[in-house]
């Protein structure tokens, strides 16, 4: 499977912008960049994924390189009800796969 | 639409007991799976499941056993609960299955937390 790594943690303030990076550097060609979030305990929420061009939709936007070897999940203004556990996953090969959670990003929203 | 609904949403167990933890989805999705969550672990996938009678392992299957008899039903069973099985269990569904030619996204349900004395 292809691993992601993200930061532990990470801070910003409220009303600017949120930029969580993810290391996939291992991704194969077929496959989806996946991020969802997690808040407070709650059922993880999906945001958004991409394949290669970037995407944008009503939560976030995600920027994927080139080479597609790392990718960038954007909130365009963090907002306090936006602390929360994030993660970025990457769909397995193979066919009746298991999505892998790995330990995410923590983003702390501040005034 | 009620999404994906768990129940129930807290349960204490003494060890050995066992119990069955229940996962709806009225979504008419094929895909179903069932994960734990414990502190600085992230989540770990139990088991699951691409259709009625089909069921698979995930990375942490021991003691726990699951069936889907239904597309809407997915149980999960403690046969003789651990407190190693103290977690938060959610269980979660898509339309297709994920690693397959599709890209649906995850729905979650909103956790079973278990405690085991």
């Known amino acids: 499977d292809a691993k992601t790594t993200q930061p532990t943690s990470m801070d910003c303030a409220e009303g600017r912008a949120a930029n969580l990076p993810c290391n996939h550097s291992?991704?194969?060609?077929?496959?989806?960049v996946y991020w969802y979030r997690q808040i407070h305990s709650q059922g993880p929420q999906y945001i958004i994924h991409?394949?290669?061009n970037n995407e944008t939709n009503e939560m976030a936007s995600l920027i994927i390189t080139e080479d597609r070897k790392s990718s960038t999940l954007i909130l365009p203004h963090a907002t306090l009800r936006d602390t929360a556990v994030y993660y970025c996953i990457v769909r397995p090969t193979g066919t009746a796969s298991k999505l892998t959670f790995g330990t995410g990003t923590r983003l702390q929203v501040t005034l | 639409n009620a999404g994906v609904t768990q129940t129930p949403k807290f349960q204490v167990l003494k060890t050995g007991q066992s119990m069955t933890l229940q996962c709806a989805q009225d979504m008419n999705h094929e895909y179903m799976s069932w994960y734990r969550q414990d502190p600085g672990m992230g989540l770990r996938l139990i088991h699951y499941?691409?259709?009625?009678?089909?069921?698979d392992q995930g990375e942490v299957p021991n003691g726990y056993n699951v069936s889907r008899s239904t597309t809407e039903d997915f149980p999960l069973r403690l046969l003789s609960a651990a407190p190693s099985q103290t977690s938060v269990y959610f269980c979660a569904s898509s339309y297709s299955i994920p690693g397959a030619d599709s890209n649906s996204p995850l729905h979650f349900g909103n956790g079973t937390r278990l405690t085991v004395t």
């Open positions: 291992t991704i194969s060609g077929n496959e989806y």
């Open positions: 991409g394949l290669k």
């Open positions: 499941s691409v259709g009625a009678g089909i069921t």
